[in-house]
């Protein structure tokens, strides 16, 4: 139940999410279309819409040009086929010069044609010009993927494009309106927290699945019935709200989620490009809310700051709102009892070291996900908290960088590397495995008996 009252809105799985929203896009039948699905998540949803509307299936590979010191902030997106996609008014705002935003589509489109030749194989890709691509997703988040898809698939020549997914939150939807011609979203709840939020079995599916599913639809009318990975998510969280944090002069939006009987809070703090809707720590903290701990995700810098190099890089100023996060979680009635830690990501988790540094900082335990913690170097030897360092041992430079981090902390320690992981842990099961490792140090620190602190420093290669 939401806090307005109304009913969570679950879907069995994919599979039932597809053929529900296949009904509401029957009429499309006759149209000439052509099925795109985003990889990974949206290919079993848009295999069943494919399926009933006997059209042909295929993927939509998409790879967004972030900002290049903040690389979850888009300011393009590119295609196949050559296709670009720029916003000139990021690019502006940003101070990204030419040269670097060819940098980054160079980059980009390495990887898009990697993973496309992946998926496809020796198949063609289905040439749109002149029909209707039916874009397809299994949700919406921020919706910054989906509007890449349908802007590449218009530019790939599709006369009409149309986005269809299960589920997504209203702003967001309305936002898409302008950039298909028409947007189909069966279930637009009150409070939406995360796409698997929505979803019974949001199991994580490999590249693997996405070729088998392909294939499938290659080889003519499917089987009655495509199993999902196994794998059932919990209950929806007992209570659930935004809320808004007073820090200096201005105001930052969080979201709240607290199981009963938690045992403990997480606080959030994102890395530079991100907000508090990031799918990647969304999907940390739903694992966190079925261990049986509170999350909350809020947003360091206002979206007019994020666009400013100087405080995305002001640890400091980033750490010093965090700890009035902090202390403001603190005070409130229903966190009376309850332990707080810190999860950061990137710059974020410079921030979460910074803040628990602060002689007034009382948190239980922090967690760095491919963090800079040598934006803190000054004052690592100050962290009294227990530190989990996570890093893709992919990710070269990090990596360095959080070894030369743990020689300066005095607290306990751990340095573990997710096995062919890179820096946004994008590969099938790294990011499961960070909340899977994050999940058990919170639930030794913040459940578990309270170690001393000490020189307690270890080393683990998972």
């Not at 039916?134 to 802007?151: L, P, R």
């Not at 796409?195 to 019974?200: M, S, T």
């Not at 007992?238 to 009987?261: F, K, Y």
Request: hydrophobic fraction near 45%; include cysteine; aromatic fraction near 4%.
């Amino acid at each position: 139940m939401d806090p307005s009252g109304d009913p969570a809105v679950v879907f069995v799985d994919r599979t039932e999410a597809g053929r529900r929203l296949a009904q509401q896009l029957l009429h499309l039948r006759d149209e000439n279309a052509v099925v795109l699905g985003l990889p990974r998540g949206g290919l079993p949803v848009a295999f069943e819409v494919a399926r009933a509307l006997n059209v042909p299936l295929d993927v939509i590979v998409v790879r967004k040009l972030g900002v290049p010191f903040q690389p979850e902030l888009a300011m393009g997106a590119i295609g196949e086929g050559g296709v670009r996609v720029v916003d000139p008014l990021v690019v502006s705002a940003a101070g990204v010069s030419a040269g670097e935003l060819a940098a980054v589509e160079t980059s980009e489109r390495a990887e898009l044609e990697r993973r496309a030749r992946r998926y496809r194989g020796n198949r063609p890709r289905i040439n749109l010009r002149g029909r209707t691509a039916i874009v397809i997703d299994d949700g919406i988040a921020t919706g910054s993927t989906a509007e890449a898809a349908c802007q590449v698939a218009r530019a790939l020549g599709a006369s009409r494009v149309i986005l269809a997914v299960p589920v997504g939150p209203r702003d967001s939807i309305a936002r898409l309106r302008d950039v298909a011609d028409d947007v189909v979203c069966l279930e637009t709840p009150v409070w939406f927290y995360a796409v698997g939020q929505h979803y019974r079995n949001f199991s994580q599916l490999s590249d693997g699945d996405v070729v088998d599913l392909l294939e499938r639809a290659a080889l003519g009318p499917p089987p009655t019935a495509i199993r999902a990975p196994s794998g059932v998510g919990g209950d929806p969280p007992a209570h659930q709200e935004e809320v808004t944090v007073s820090v200096g002069q201005i105001h930052v939006q969080g979201d709240l989620v607290l199981p009963e009987d938690a045992a403990g809070i997480v606080i959030f703090a994102h890395g530079s490009g991100s907000s508090r809707h990031s799918p990647r720590n969304r999907l940390v903290a739903s694992v966190l809310q079925e261990a049986g701990l509170g999350t909350l995700l809020f947003d360091l810098l206002t979206p007019a700051e994020e666009l400013s190099r100087t405080k995305v890089f002001d640890i400091e100023l980033l750490g010093r709102r965090l700890l009035e996060v902090t202390h403001w979680l603190q005070a409130q009635p229903f966190a009376e009892g309850r332990r707080v830690a810190y999860f950061g990501a990137s710059t974020g988790a410079a921030a979460a070291l910074w803040a628990a540094a602060d002689p007034a900082c009382d948190v239980a335990a922090v967690v760095s996900r491919g963090g800079r913690p040598d934006l803190a170097a000054s004052l690592l030897a100050e962290v009294r908290a227990p530190t989990l360092l996570i890093v893709g041992d992919r990710d070269r430079v990090v990596l360095e960088l959080n070894r030369e981090a743990q020689a300066r902390l005095r607290c306990e320690s751990q340095l573990t590397l997710v096995a062919g992981a890179t820096h946004l842990f994008e590969e099938p099961g790294a990011l499961e495995e960070v909340a899977r490792l994050a999940g058990d140090w919170f639930r030794q620190h913040l459940i578990g008996t309270p170690q001393a602190h000490g020189d307690g420093r270890r080393f683990a290669a998972d």
